[in-house]
C-alpha cells in the first residue's frame, strides 16, 4: 500500500530536511506556516493538474458590473451565464484585451441593462457587460485554483497525497531561503531524489494521464480581441 502523507508526516520531513528536529529550533506552528504558505500560494504555480482545477461561478446584483476576483483563482475560461429560467445556457465571450473591450462597451455607454453577452477580467475584478438587469444570473466558468483549505490538523492531507514528499522539500526550501543558506536551497532541489526529482515525476505522471485526450481547438480573437464561441 502507498504511503500516505499527512501534515504530520509533512512537518517531520521537513525537520528532517532543514536538520531542525527540535521545536527549539524551530515549533510545529512556525512549520505549519511555511507548509501552508508553500502549498496554497507556491505548489500550484509548480503544477498544471485536474486536481487543481474545477467551476467557479457567482451570482450577479442588479445595475452591477464589476465583481471582485477571489484571491484562489489563477486563471479562469469556458464562461456560461444562466439566468435561472431552467432553459438553455448561454456561453459568454471572454475578452482579453481590456483597451478593444472599453471601446465596445465605452464608459459613457455602458449604463444599458440586459443579460450580459461579454466578460474579462480586468486585474482583481470581472467586468461583465452589458451591466446585468433585474434579473439574477449565475456566471460559471472553469477555473484553474489555489487550494482553498490548509492543512491544519495533524491528519490533514493534500489533495493528492503523493504531493506530500514534493510539498515538505518546497517547505524546507522556504526555510532554507528565510535564513540565507543558499548552499541548503541548492542542495534540496538539485539533489538526486530532490525536489526538482520529485516534480518531474509528478509531471511526468499527469502527461501520462493525459495521453490520447484531444485539446480543445485554440479560438482566433476578431478585431476587438474577443475568442468567440463555437460550442465545442
Same mark, same amino acid.
Do not use: C
Given at each position: 500500500?502507498?504511503?500516505?502523507?499527512?501534515?504530520?508526516?509533512?512537518?517531520?520531513? %521537513?525537520?528532517?530536511? /532543514?536538520?531542525?528536529?527540535?521545536?527549539?529550533? !524551530?515549533? @510545529?506552528?512556525? *512549520? =505549519? &506556516?511555511?507548509?501552508? #504558505?508553500?502549498?496554497?500560494?507556491?505548489?500550484?504555480?509548480?503544477?498544471?493538474?485536474?486536481?487543481?482545477?474545477?467551476?467557479?461561478?457567482?451570482?450577479?446584483?442588479?445595475? %452591477?458590473?464589476?465583481? /471582485?476576483?477571489?484571491?484562489?483563482?489563477?486563471? !479562469?475560461? @469556458?464562461?456560461? *451565464? =444562466? &439566468?435561472?429560467?431552467? #432553459?438553455?445556457?448561454?456561453?459568454?465571450?471572454?475578452?482579453?484585451?481590456?483597451?478593444?473591450?472599453?471601446?465596445?462597451?465605452?464608459?459613457?455607454?455602458?449604463?444599458?441593462?440586459?443579460?450580459?453577452?461579454?466578460?474579462?477580467?480586468?486585474?482583481?475584478?470581472?467586468?461583465?457587460?452589458? *451591466?446585468? &438587469?433585474?434579473?439574477?444570473?449565475?456566471?460559471?466558468?472553469?477555473?484553474?485554483?489555489?487550494?482553498?483549505?490548509?492543512?491544519?490538523?495533524?491528519?490533514?492531507?493534500?489533495?493528492?497525497?503523493?504531493?506530500?514528499?514534493?510539498?515538505?522539500?518546497?517547505?524546507?526550501?522556504?526555510?532554507?531561503?528565510?535564513?540565507?543558506?543558499?548552499?541548503?536551497?541548492?542542495?534540496?532541489?538539485?539533489?538526486?531524489?530532490?525536489?526538482?526529482?520529485?516534480?518531474?515525476?509528478?509531471?511526468?505522471?499527469?502527461?501520462?494521464?493525459?495521453?490520447?485526450?484531444?485539446?480543445?481547438?485554440?479560438?482566433?480573437?476578431?478585431?476587438?480581441?474577443?475568442?468567440?464561441?463555437?460550442?465545442?
Amino acid at each position: 500500500m502507498a504511503a500516505t502523507w499527512p501534515l504530520s508526516r509533512i512537518r517531520a520531513k %521537513v525537520r528532517s530536511l /532543514t536538520g531542525r528536529p527540535s521545536t527549539a529550533q !524551530i515549533s @510545529d506552528g512556525d *512549520i =505549519d &506556516d511555511f507548509i501552508n #504558505d508553500f502549498y496554497v500560494n507556491t505548489w500550484p504555480g509548480e503544477i498544471d493538474l485536474p486536481d487543481t482545477e474545477g467551476f467557479y461561478s457567482f451570482d450577479t446584483t442588479e445595475n %452591477v458590473g464589476e465583481y /471582485t476576483v477571489p484571491a484562489y483563482i489563477i486563471d !479562469i475560461r @469556458d464562461f456560461t *451565464i =444562466d &439566468d435561472g429560467d431552467d #432553459d438553455a445556457v448561454d456561453p459568454l465571450t471572454l475578452w482579453h484585451d481590456l483597451s478593444a473591450f472599453l471601446r465596445r462597451y465605452p464608459e459613457d455607454d455602458s449604463a444599458a441593462t440586459q443579460q450580459p453577452v461579454d466578460i474579462i477580467r480586468a486585474g482583481e475584478e470581472f467586468r461583465l457587460r452589458p *451591466i446585468p &438587469d433585474d434579473t439574477t444570473y449565475t456566471v460559471q466558468g472553469w477555473a484553474e485554483q489555489r487550494p482553498t483549505t490548509e492543512l491544519t490538523s495533524d491528519s490533514s492531507l493534500p489533495l493528492q497525497s503523493s504531493w506530500g514528499e514534493a510539498i515538505a522539500y518546497g517547505s524546507a526550501i522556504k526555510i532554507q531561503i528565510e535564513v540565507l543558506d543558499t548552499t541548503a536551497v541548492e542542495d534540496l532541489t538539485r539533489r538526486p531524489f530532490g525536489y526538482d526529482y520529485l516534480v518531474t515525476i509528478i509531471k511526468r505522471k499527469a502527461i501520462s494521464q493525459l495521453v490520447g485526450v484531444r485539446a480543445q481547438p485554440v479560438a482566433v480573437e476578431d478585431f476587438y480581441g474577443r475568442r468567440p464561441n463555437h460550442g465545442f
